[in-house]
Every structure is written in C-alpha cells, then in structure tokens.
C-alpha cells in the first residue's frame, strides 16, 4: 500500500482512500503572506475538498497516460480533478 510522504503536504491533506499506483494527486495549500511573520508558519484558513479518481480522492488515474493519439484512443476522454476552496473572503 502506498501512503503520502512524511512531512509532506500529502500527510497534512492526504487521500481518505489507499493511494493508487502510478496516479497523480492533486493538492492545494493556503498562504496569507501579509499575515505572516518571520519564523511563524502561514495561519490555517482555507479548506480544500478535492474531485476526481475513484472513489473522489482528488487525483487522475495512471490509465490516462501515455495519451496515445484518438487513432488509438477512440474513447479517450481527458482527466479532469476539481477543487472546492472553502473560507475564502472578499478584501
């Protein structure tokens, strides 16, 4: 079983499933960088629900590479993840 790297942004905000073999994972992180002070770690606002892979763990699954041409991928559709921010303001 594959599992996120330590101190990585992928233990922080991991996939809730085993991860896939060979798959790419997508992950997002928030910095308020006028908030943030010499030595102070970025304060935590922003939430990120990811979309995508199955079950919906936010990543594109190996069988979408080497994309090889509709000559022999007819029924090849592009991958596609989605990110839902949440804890965003207007300033």
């Not at 992928?10 to 085993?18: A, L, M, S, V």
């Not at 997002?28 to 990120?48: D, M, Q, R, Y």
């Amino acid at each position: 079983m594959f599992k996120p790297e330590k101190d990585s942004i992928f233990e922080k905000d991991g996939p809730t499933q085993p991860m896939q073999k060979d798959a790419i994972y997508i992950r997002c992180e928030s910095k308020n960088l006028a908030e943030v002070k010499e030595g102070e770690e970025a304060p935590a606002g922003l939430t990120f629900t990811y979309f995508g892979g199955s079950p919906s763990d936010g990543y594109i699954s190996s069988e979408f590479f080497p994309y090889q041409g509709k000559a022999k991928q007819e029924a090849y559709q592009s991958p596609i993840v989605g990110v839902k921010v949440k804890g965003l303001t207007v300033s």
